[in-house]
């Protein structure tokens, strides 16, 4: 129905008296711009609702158990001259034994109720010497990652913690990453690296390490210092465990991927003396649940 003068002449007042009034009502009035503060406050808002990580319902959000491992007494030599059966030359495979040693099934706090476990911090701690090393360069390189290979498949006798290193040392064989630095490695899936470094000696070392022989000064030096590394890798995804053939059963971690710490130096090929290698002590902690 048209509008009368009168009704048009009261809705042209109300325009002039104040724009925004009723301006949905009565389709006119001037629309209110945001500022640019205003504006980058909602663009951060949302953006970062959209990036916030959703843990699963089904993950606890709290670690209630632990597996610890202390350093041995007696330190392990890192491998040199001729390498045995199912070894690369030169080259030392660790994986933490907090990872590889299983678990039983039981109410301690390092056991498991079931088969899945929830890992959520995973850290070694290593002293390596090099002292006993002869006069000489060498070029000690370490590489920290993951075995992305699985053990899925093994059971019974086949599934202990040396499959575990044979593993990684299968497939750091296969990538390729070991040989020259003129080679081109091949691209392969089994290997993901997270950290690769030169190993340098220890300048943090104590003044009295560099003071030199008192008595013949002109000819020895003080021993190498010693090296400290602390090795990390990220977790936080559901893994399931399988028994081995033993009785009780021990339940390791055969569907996720192994993390693994390597040491090559192509000097160590050509030692003559197997026992004047660096030697290491370590030390893992794992923190998960099974709740």
């Known amino acids: 129905m048209p509008l009368s003068s009168y009704q048009k002449g009261k809705l042209a007042g109300m325009k002039l008296a104040n724009p925004g009034l009723n301006a949905r009502k009565y389709g006119g009035g001037i629309r209110r711009k945001m500022t640019s503060a205003e504006r980058a406050g909602y663009k951060q808002k949302y953006s970062k609702a959209k990036k916030a990580k959703k843990m699963p319902n089904s993950r606890p959000y709290v670690e209630t158990k632990f597996v610890h491992v202390v350093a041995p007494e007696d330190p392990t030599t890192l491998n040199a001259g001729a390498p045995d059966p199912g070894q690369i030359a030169g080259t030392t495979v660790i994986v933490p034994t907090c990872w590889n040693q299983g678990w039983h099934q039981g109410l301690t706090r390092s056991d498991i109720t079931g088969r899945a476990i ?124 399988t028994p081995d053939g033993d009785s009780p059963p021990v339940f390791f971690p055969s569907r996720a991927w192994i993390p693994f710490v390597a040491f090559y130096s192509p000097e160590f090929v050509t030692m003559d003396d197997a026992s004047q290698a660096p030697v290491y002590l370590a030390s893992s902690k794992l923190w998960y649940t099974d709740q």
């Open 118 to 241: 929830y890992p959520r911090y995973l850290t070694m701690k290593m002293s390596m010497d090099t002292s006993f090393l002869p006069a000489g360069q060498y070029n000690l390189r370490c590489m920290v990652g993951f075995c992305t290979e699985t053990l899925q498949g093994l059971e019974g006798a086949s599934l202990n913690s040396a499959a575990f290193v044979a593993k990684v040392t299968e497939q750091l064989g296969l990538s390729g990453m070991l040989g020259s630095h003129l080679d081109f490695p091949i691209k392969r899936k089994g290997i993901k690296i997270l950290k690769d470094f030169r190993v340098r000696g220890n300048r943090n070392a104590s003044l009295s390490a560099f003071v030199p022989n008192a008595l013949d000064p002109q000819s020895a030096q003080a021993p190498n210092p010693i090296n400290e590394f602390t090795f990390k890798w990220p977790m936080g995804t559901k893994t399931w465990t």
